[in-house]
Each structure stands twice: as C-alpha cells, then as structure tokens.
C-alpha cells in the first residue's frame, strides 16, 4: 500500500522550474564557454537566441582567438586608426582574408581553424642576382600564384636570393616553404605541362636554404633539383 500528497503550491513549482530554458542562462556564463569553442562553433551558437547572439560577439571571447601579436599586424596592415575603431570579432575576420602589405609583395591571413599565422612572399620582395638584367630574368604572368605573376630566370651560372622580415611571430614552431619550379609551365589540350628544354645545372649541386631570426635562431637545409615542374622545399625551425 503505499500513499502521496500533493499540493498546489508543489504544483506550480515544479511548473515555474519547467520553464527554465536556454534564455535563462547569464551571457557571461555563455561568453565563458565559447572562450573554449573553435570560432566556426560559437558563429553557430550565435544562431541560438539573441542572448547566444550577443555573447558571440564579445571582445574578450574573440580576443581568445586572436594571436598574441595581433596589434602589432593590424597596425602593419591597416593602420593603428583601425585597431582603436574595430571589435576583436571584426579585426578576427579581417585578419583571416587575404591581406597584403608592403607594396604587395607580402600577404598576411590567419588560418580559420587554427587561428595560426600564414605569411606568403612574393618573389619581387627578394634580392635576387641580377633580376634587373633582362638578358637573365624576366617577370612572367601565371594564375598560378596568389601574386599573379613570378621571377623567371633564362640562364646564369649562380644565382643568390636574400630577403629580410620585420615581423612579430607569436611563440611556436613555424615550416618555412621556398617554392621553385623547374621548367616554363604551359597548357597542352587542357593539362598543365612543364618544358624542361632550357634547364640544366640544377643537379650537379645542391640548393641551398637558409633562415636566420633576430634572436640567433639558424636553419639551414638543402636538396637537389632533379625533377619537372613546381618544388615544395622545406625547412623547419624551432621554438621562438
């Protein structure tokens, strides 16, 4: 046998606690988590309700995403005007297009998932042997790169390529990538084809990478050229 009681004021408590919902929660508590969200979770939770909405747009949540030298790149790409007029959203979503400096000859974005900083330089923001000297080099136009043209070298017996960066990197193991290619590159019913009528030299030694940073740091690595078409050289250097 067994008995129960109920009153009405049990009722309308339980009633008033079953109308908890997602309104309810403090948008700081909100901003809180989305600290530890990726930034393509917290533009879907933004969708949520306009409490979610607000909190998605928070300065410190985005300031969480952006790298630790952020200041230092807004005011090389847009101007320290900007830093003082955009939210931490609006310089994040900046920062991850394509934004070039320089002259043109660098760009600068943030990858999206990661949040890390990607650097791409262009073969004119180099000292190169002889690149005036017409009966050597020459500029060609191609789709092939983000800077819509590159350095095209007809023939030398050496050649040398220096180039310095002012930059400030956040701490962490970066992967330099000097891209070259071996052959002029041309299209052949629709394929892309490399013509390697013209090269020769480039597998009795090897090339020769090197990277030096303000703080002491080398790394030097090197490869032969032996096959057609485009080359991903790597070379890896350590902690800043």
Known sequence: MGAGISTNDDHEGYLSYSKTCLDDIPESCISSIMMRLDPQEICKLARVNKTFHRASSDDYVWESKLPPSYKF???????????????????????CQPNFFDGGTKEILLDRCSGQVCLFISSKSFKVTGIDDR???????????????????QQMWWVEVLGELELEFPKGNYSIFFKLQLGK????????????EQVHGWDLKPVRFQLSTSDGQNSLSQ??????????LLSCWGTL
């Open 185 to 196: 590159t041309t299209k052949r019913l629709g394929r892309r084809v490399c013509n390697l």
């Open 135 to 153: 009966r050597y080099w020459n500029y060609i136009s191609t789709e092939e790169s983000r800077f819509k043209s590159v350095a095209y070298l």
């Open 73 to 95: 790149l807004v005011k090389k790409i847009l101007g320290e005007e900007k830093l003082c007029s955009m939210t931490k959203k609006e310089i994040y979503a900046k920062l």
């Open 223 to 232: 490869c032969y050229m032996n096959g057609p078409g485009e080359m991903g």
